[in-house]
């Protein structure tokens, strides 16, 4: 076997292979592309192309694609071979530097959300030099943003991409002012933990929920679920563990660190953790991660889950946005430091964090919505849809300190005075880590823990960056004009944190007396995706984006209702897909059921028998199939009745009528399942599902 640190990246055309390449001027002039963002001049543009075809062609690459993540949430690619005809009836491979840049696709399809105009359906892709090309299924991927003719952003890179360079001008703004004059460029590290569920093939495929929604619409409880804590961090079988290695190595191959693996807590969920890069690769390949993972398990005979709730009374899958900024330097920002300047330059940044996540809590929740994450907010494995940081409790005390101006203890020491030229020096936090809370400091970073498992987390990072840009910004503007520096830092931080403290919570998220206090103290509390979603377009978000440049505001718009409109599609199918089981499944099944019952209360009858316990089951069997009969013809007018609706009213409806519907059906569905002969009930149960994988 070939050591890892041979084939790590072995199909990334990254730093390495392009040294290795490429002409010492063009890789020269593209590095400059890379870290000040010149334009490529064509011929060096040129020149890459070549070599990163022959080195493709040399990994027997045959095609080439602009991989490009559109707002549906994964990524689209359009595969193009290299090969022309060479006029004499064979062929030539040609990649040159324009095919390279640009490309052109007919997009249509790919939702713009009225961005586009049908007359004008061009999209174009341009390519992310900053995000390293690879070899994946014989096809070179040409990481891209996507955008439409008038260069309005169709994709969730772009706007990535400037909300990185708002917080770099900001943040460099900051550093200057402490006398940081060495660091060129300030960048965001993302780290993020997935989940995700292994499933059989051939048990998946036997349900059209799983398969076509990614979720089970039915299902009984098993008898056994995750009560035991037993899965949690447990040996790991041996075709899971034969799985990990592959998608490990293939991982590495695409030079994506997987770093942990571990088993879950539900019952076949697992999670996988990469190191920490700078966020632009980090959510590329956070993407390619879960493609990895589907096709890794389809070549194991497994179907992989990355649904937010597959399974109800089990635990959904999340994934954590680990987030940090650092210097070109090597400092890390959110590193309390040794020094009393060192802490004041953390705590500066550490409260601009805290602000920002306390104004734009409504754009941070609606960052993380969607259909499938609203089943796991707020179910008691996942933080509740309130938005809340955990500081742990020296950092708390050592913020109130500050906002009262008083003396700071640590282990009985007096280390604070007043004043920021004297701010305590003091050591990472020791309290034990708080699981609930949906924005932790765990010592140098920061980890968002609502983000939901099929979700890329471009989004998150575009809100989180583009508002701690902000409030950089602010603080900027008023200590730059300061004369004496260190009272006007003091005044300033203690005035924020007066504003913002109502964020910080250390206590158990998860209990009902936390929503109740966090009402008082005015924090959000947006249940669902529709309530959280028009955040978007509120006149103080469209004010932040555009001042950033990230976003104008008819961008905004068309994302509000793209996502709305993602919302009751997801819906409208798992609606289509819950009538099919039932009329074509469930349904005769009962009366398969209620036949052979009335047959053996029939002949009971003939022998003089009692027929009692038979009769009530017959009764129960035939109430719940008229019950579920009854529903799908209502579910049928319900779906009239939204058809002509506009998209808000759209969502809305669904959410308020056909998902309670749905459920209701749920119910009568699931008790019906427990009292059925198991030969009957026409899908593999939870039990058949969660201990599929032997
Ligand atoms: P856990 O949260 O499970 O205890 P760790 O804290 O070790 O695990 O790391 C979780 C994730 O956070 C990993 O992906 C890790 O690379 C990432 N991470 C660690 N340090 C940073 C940082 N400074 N910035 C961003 N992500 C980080
Ligand atoms: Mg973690």
Redesign the pocket.
């Known amino acids: 076997m070939t050591a890892i640190n041979e084939t790590f990246g072995c199909k990334v055309f990254g730093k390495k292979e392009m040294q290795k390449r490429l002409p010492p001027k063009v890789y020269a002039d593209l590095m400059h592309t890379v870290e000040e963002g010149v334009p490529l001049k064509s011929a060096t543009a040129n020149a890459i192309a070549e070599e990163m075809k022959n080195w493709a062609v040399s990994l027997g690459a045959t095609h080439y694609t602009h991989w490009f993540q559109p707002m549906t949430g994964i990524t689209a690619e359009k595969h193009e071979s290299f090969i022309e005809p060479d006029g004499e009836g064979g062929v030539i491979l040609k990649f040159s530097g324009k095919n390279l840049i640009k490309g052109e696709s007919d997009a249509s399809s790919f939702p713009s959300g009225g961005l586009r105009a049908t007359f004008e359906a061009r999209g174009y892709t341009a390519w992310d030099p900053t995000s390293y090309a690879f070899v994946k299924d014989d096809t070179l991927y040409i990481p891209t943003c996507f955008c439409s003719y008038d260069g309005s952003s169709l994709d969730k890179k772009t706007p990535l991409l400037k909300s990185c360079e708002a917080l770099n001008t900001q943040a460099l703004r900051v550093l200057k002012l402490f006398g940081n004059d060495s660091a060129k460029k300030v960048s965001v590290?993302?780290?993020?933990?997935q989940e995700y569920f292994l499933i059989d093939k051939k048990v998946a495929e036997k349900r059209p929920d799983l398969m076509l929604c990614g979720r089970t619409l039915l299902g009984a409880k098993p008898p056994k679920g995750q009560e035991m804590d037993d899965h949690y961090f447990g040996s790991i079988n041996h075709r899971v563990s034969e799985f990990m290695k592959d998608l490990d190595r293939q991982l590495w191959e695409h030079g994506v660190y997987a770093?942990?693996k571990h088993n879950e807590v539900a019952p076949g969920q697992h999670e996988l953790?990469?190191?920490?890069t700078e966020v632009n690769t980090a959510t590329d390949q956070n993407q390619l991660t879960m493609e990895l993972m589907k096709s890794v398990a389809a070549e194991h005979g497994m179907v992989c889950l990355l649904h937010e709730k597959p399974f109800n009374a089990v635990n959904g899958s999340g994934k954590?946005n680990?987030?940090?900024m650092?210097t070109d330097t090597g400092l890390?920002l959110?590193d309390p430091g040794k020094t009393p300047h060192e802490n004041a330059q953390f705590l500066t940044f550490l409260t601009a964090t805290i602000s920002a996540v306390d104004e734009y809590q409504d754009l941070l929740r609606a960052s993380v919505s969607g259909a499938g994450n609203d089943h796991r907010l707020g179910a008691n494995e996942a933080p509740p849809a309130v938005i809340s940081i955990f500081l742990g409790d020296e950092l708390t005390t050592l913020l109130e300190a500050i906002e009262n101006g008083a003396e700071y203890h640590s282990e009985g020491r007096k280390v604070m005075e007043l004043g920021v030229h004297t701010l305590p020096t003091f050591k990472r936090d020791t309290t034990d880590?708080n699981r609930t809370s949906p924005f932790a400091f765990?010592g140098?970073?920061f980890?968002f823990r609502m983000v939901g498992s099929s979700a890329s987390v471009a989004s998150p990072n575009i809100v989180l960056n583009t508002a701690i840009a902000d409030t950089l910004k602010r603080y900027a503007d008023e200590l730059e004009g300061a004369t004496d520096f260190n009272s006007a830092l003091t005044d300033l931080l203690v005035k924020e944190i007066k504003a913002h403290k109502r964020i910080i919570f250390n206590g158990n998220n998860y209990s009902a007396e936390w929503i109740k206090e966090a009402e008082a103290r005015g924090l959000n509390n947006m249940k669902t995706t529709v309530d959280a979603v028009p955040a978007y377009v509120a006149p103080k978000n469209v004010d932040l984006f555009s001042r950033h440049g990230v976003f104008s505001k008819a961008e905004l718009v068309s994302r509000c209702d793209i996502l709305l409109e993602n919302y009751y599609k997801t819906l409208n199918i798992e609606c289509l897909t819950l009538k099919n089981m039932l009329t074509t499944n469930i349904i005769p099944a009962c009366f398969r059921f209620e036949k052979d019952l009335c047959e053996l209360i029939l002949t009971k009858k003939q022998l003089d028998h009692s027929a009692r316990r038979e009769k009530w089951y017959l009764d129960t069997v035939s109430s719940s199939t008229g019950k579920m009969l009854d529903s799908v013809f209502e579910l049928d007018s319900m779906l009239a009745e939204a058809s002509t609706m506009l998209t808000y009213e759209k969502a809305k409806y669904y959410r308020d009528n056909i998902l309670p519907k749905m459920e209701e059906i749920r119910l009568v569905s699931d008790n019906l399942e427990s009292l059925f002969p198991k030969d009957l009930w026409p899908f593999p149960s939870y039990t058949d599902l969660l201990y599929s994988v032997k």
């Open positions: 590290n993302v780290g993020s933990e770093k942990t953790a990469p190191v920490y954590h680990n987030w940090s650092s890390n959110l880590r765990t140098n970073k980890e």
